[in-house]
């Protein structure tokens, strides 16, 4: 597909346990962001990969929360012993720099 | 602390009339700005963008201003339609288009037939 996919679309997890979500950007992107929509609230800025340089990793909310982005293309964003507040849609960006982010249709995850 | 605030979570307007959604920021270092619209169980899409260098873009029905001064910034669609009904999302980066982006907590519009 041409746009921003994102797997799986729904995760509904036990509390402590790990989660991983995939994010396949638009081939040729060199940006790409994670961020994610906690039920009432905005988009909350998580990590940012641009090429070859060291991510952003400044809005991660604790060292429960990792990613990475293996070949400059796809990306992974793995949590740790889940906890209930991690409930929340996530969301995946890419961005050619030129314009605008492209987003995916995010993950809801669901922490019990 | 909130560096992008979108102080109107909603906002109801009748059809063929203008929207207008507004957007404040606190740091004086963002020199790029976005809209984006979410529907319900669907990604945000990029609507329009200006640089720090313009007070003004327009792309069709949507325009977007820019004031440094006030550090705001507003959408303004004209006229409104049904279809405009949606999560408005204003975002604003360091760096150009290149830097991450802060979101505010968006304003849902509701256009009215």
């Known amino acids: 597909g041409a746009g921003v996919s994102q797997s799986p679309s729904n995760k509904v997890t036990e509390k402590g346990k790990d989660v991983e979500l995939r994010c396949d950007p638009i081939s040729g992107h060199t940006a790409l962001y994670w961020y994610r929509q906690s039920l009432g609230q905005g988009l909350e800025f998580l990590i940012y990969f641009q090429g070859n340089s060291a991510p952003d990793k400044s809005g991660l909310p604790s060292d429960r929360f990792s990613a990475e982005r293996t070949g400059g293309s796809v990306s992974t964003l793995t949590i740790q012993r889940t906890q209930q507040e991690d409930s929340a849609v996530y969301l995946c960006a890419s961005s050619s720099g030129t314009s605008g982010g492209y987003f995916g249709p995010g993950t809801r995850l669901t922490v019990l | 602390d909130q560096q992008v605030k979108q102080n109107s979570p909603s906002l109801s307007v009748q059809e063929g009339r203008i929207s207008i959604l507004n957007c404040d920021y606190t740091?004086?270092?963002?020199?790029?700005f976005l809209w984006y619209k979410k529907y319900p169980a669907e990604g945000p899409t990029f609507l329009i963008s200006i640089s720090s260098i313009k007070d003004k873009n327009e792309d069709g029905r949507f325009t977007v201003f820019l004031n440094k001064s006030a550090k705001h910034l507003s959408l303004h669609i004209v006229p409104s339609q049904p279809g405009d009904s949606a999560v408005y999302f204003c975002?604003?980066?360091?760096?150009?288009?290149?830097?991450?982006?802060?979101f505010g907590k968006g304003t849902k519009l509701s256009v009215k037939p």
């Open positions: 740091n004086s270092m963002f020199d790029y």
């Open positions: 975002a604003a980066a360091r760096g150009g288009s290149q830097g991450n982006l802060i």
